[in-house]
Every structure is written in structure tokens, then in C-alpha cells.
């Protein structure tokens, strides 16, 4: 059956489907050996520890003006840092006109946070979306060098072993040889075609399982949202997906009637719900007591699922809500109809 067939079933539910052919990214695995000294996440923000410590060390290696605002600086349109972590700024944005508006080109998916013995390996993801796939030279001599510096507790050193490109779907892999000017394999990119094509194979999809495996952080009416709606959800995924289109592919836009796609999201079910909820503290300002409220774990729905599938899958990728690019709101997909418990 056609693709275009297969993702309107439930046309008449959902008023819409969802078009993003040209969307590219790329997965990048980094395999990371602790030094003689083993590395200690132990601290810190959970997941968030390595993605700060990332930010912290490009800031060091990548700034040449660091008495001026990102915004203000007049390399911000060539300066790599700007482009990850400002990317505002490298788009001459104004700070009042930037706050939260652009996405970041990046998404982080970090080691577990703990600690490591000495030479003990891990993994560390990245995927880089658009043009920011361009990107990848530098970020890998940048994470070679934080590892020589030390990083964590204690400053502990670690060591790139090797680095390869990973097709999401495919699961091919693509070694990279050497990490400055490493090169992109054509079969490595990820295209929102072939995202619609794995949805248009799904065929009719009435239940499946979300499984929030880093705490998502989701404003929804004006509050954190503390049980994942499906609606509030799908909200969040389509914002994310339309704002990193845009921006990162030369404008592009969605094909979709937003209010009709997300509305239908109304019709789709609770089934189970094995989500807790979790707290983050404003690092900016814990003695006034903000944080932020949100989720992890399993939540099963039921209903018509399968014009939401090409958003859903691409979610595993790009996560959802506060904290994304840096490892929070991480979730997987999986089809299911009858659940059971495992065993403890």
C-alpha cells in the first residue's frame, strides 16, 4: 500500500498528516575510555553532567572573545560555539527577541551518570541535525581534547577510542577514519522520507508504549506537565520537529494542519500509566525554590496511532521538552498490545 494510504488512516480523526521528507540527521557513537584515574559522574544534574561539562570546555577551547556576549560578538556568525550552544546569536537574533526560540543543532544522548574504574569503556551520542551536521569535525576534536584536560570530579582523563556514524533505522555503521575533517558518508544520514517510510510499513497501529528513559520537562498551559497526555505530548514533539525543520533546513516547513493534528491526539488513550514523577532544581536559583516538574518511566496508549508514528519515531532522536539537546526527555517506541509485568 502507498505511504500516503497507509499514514491516513484515521484521516478523518486527525485532519492531517505529516510532511517533513527533507528532514537529515546524523547519529555519532563515541566510544570513551577512562583514564588510570576512572571518571566520576556521581555529582551533579544526572544526565545533564555531561552535557554541561561539554558546553563548559567548547566555551574554553572554541571562544576567542569570552568578555562578550554571544550575541555581541562580532565572530558570532562563524564561531562554532555560537552555532551549538548560542545558536540564536549565530543567527543575529537579539537576546529579547531569542529567549527559547531557536533550537539547539545538536542532540546529546550521555553516558550513565556514575563512576567509571579505570579504563572502563562507555558510549557517548550525539546526533546532529541539518546543517548542523557540518559540525562534526569539530565536535569530535572537541570531545578528544576535553578528555585529555579531565572532566568530572576530580578532573579524571579519558580517551577517544573511536567514533562511527550510525543509521538510525538501518542500524549501519560507518566508521570514521580520522576525526579532523571526517566525512559523511551518504548512507549515514537519516532522511524524513525514510522515517515515513518505516511509519507507512508499521501499518494500522492501535497501541503502543512510550518509555521515558530521562526525565521530561514539559510546559503545557502554562505549567509542567506531570502525567503525559498523549495530546500534550504530541504537542510538544510537532513544536520541536516544526521549530529544527525550519531553522536547520534552509525554512522548510511542515506540511500539516497543526490544530487538526493535534486535536485528534484527544481521541488517544491512557491505558497504563508507569510514569513518576520527578523534580529538577533551577541551578540558577535554588534558594528561591524553582524547578522544574516532570516524568519518566511507561506509559502505554490505545486508539488510532498510526497517522502520529513519523513524529513519534522521530521523538526517539530529537527527545522533547526543557533540557532536550542536552539528554533529558529521551524516549522509545515500542509497538504493543498486551502488556505484562517483568519479572523482578
Keep these: 500500500m502507498e505511504i500516503k494510504k497507509i499514514l491516513q488512516l484515521g484521516i478523518h ?47 574554553k577551547m572554541w571562544c576567542l572573545y569570552p568578555r562578550e556576549a554571544c550575541w555581541q560578538c562580532r565572530r558570532k556568525n562563524t564561531c562554532f560555539y555560537a552555532a551549538m550552544f548560542a545558536p540564536s546569536a549565530a543567527l543575529g537574533a537579539l537576546p529579547a527577541e531569542a529567549a527559547g526560540m ?14 567509571y574504574r579505570p579504563r572502563e569503556k562507555t558510549i557517548l551520542t550525539v546526533y546532529l541535525l541539518g546543517r548542523g551536521m557540518s559540525y562534526l569535525p569539530y565536535f569530535l576534536e572537541g570531545i578528544k581534547d576535553m578528555g585529555l584536560e579531565g572532566v568530572g570530579r576530580g578532573r579524571k582523563t579519558f580517551t577517544l577510542q573511536e567514533a562511527w556514524l550510525e543509521h538510525p533505522l538501518q542500524k549501519k555503521i560507518f566508521p ?30 492501535k497501541s503502543i508504549m512510550l518509555n521515558f528513559t530521562s526525565p521530561a520537562f514539559i510546559r503545557y498551559q502554562n505549567a509542567f506537565l506531570v502525567e503525559p497526555e498523549f495530546k500534550a505530548v504530541l504537542k510538544e514533539l510537532v513544536g520541536r520537529l516544526s521549530s529544527l525543520y525550519y531553522y536547520y533546513h534552509r525554512g522548510k516547513e511542515i506540511k500539516l494542519s497543526y490544530q487538526c493534528f493535534i486535536s485528534g491526539g484527544e481521541k488517544i488513550e491512557i491505558v497504563k500509566n508507569n510514569t513518576r514523577t520527578v523534580f529538577l532544581e533551577n541551578k540558577s536559583a535554588p534558594s528561591q525554590g524553582l524547578r522544574s516538574v516532570g516524568f519518566i518511566g511507561k506509559v502505554f496508549y490505545q486508539g488510532e496511532l498510526t497517522p502520529y508514528l513519523p513524529v513519534l519515531k522521530m521523538g526517539e532522536y530529537l527527545h522533547l521538552g526543557e533540557g532536550s539537546h542536552l539528554g533529558q526527555g529521551a524516549l522509545r517506541l515500542h509497538f504493543s498490545g498486551i502488556y505484562f509485568e517483568p519479572r523482578q
Design 13 to 59: 480523526k486527525t485532519g492531517g498528516i505529516i510532511v517533513f521528507r527533507d528532514f537529515r540527521l546524523i547519529r555519532c557513537r563515541l566510544l570513551l575510555q577512562a583514564g588510570g584515574g576512572g571518571l566520576d559522574f556521581s555529582h551533579g544534574r544526572k544526565k545533564m553532567i555531561w552535557g554541561e561539562e561539554i558546553k563548559k570546555f567548547f566555551y
Design 102 to 115: 531557536t533550537p539547539y543543532p545538536f542532540v546529546l544522548e550521555p553516558p550513565p551518570s556514575g563512576y
Design 176 to 205: 570514521l577514519a580520522r576525526f579532523i575533517g571526517a566525512e559523511l558518508a551518504p548512507g549515514a544520514v537519516l532522511h524524513g522520507w525514510q522515517v515515513e517510510n518505516w511509519a507507512a510499513k508499521a501499518g494500522n497501529v
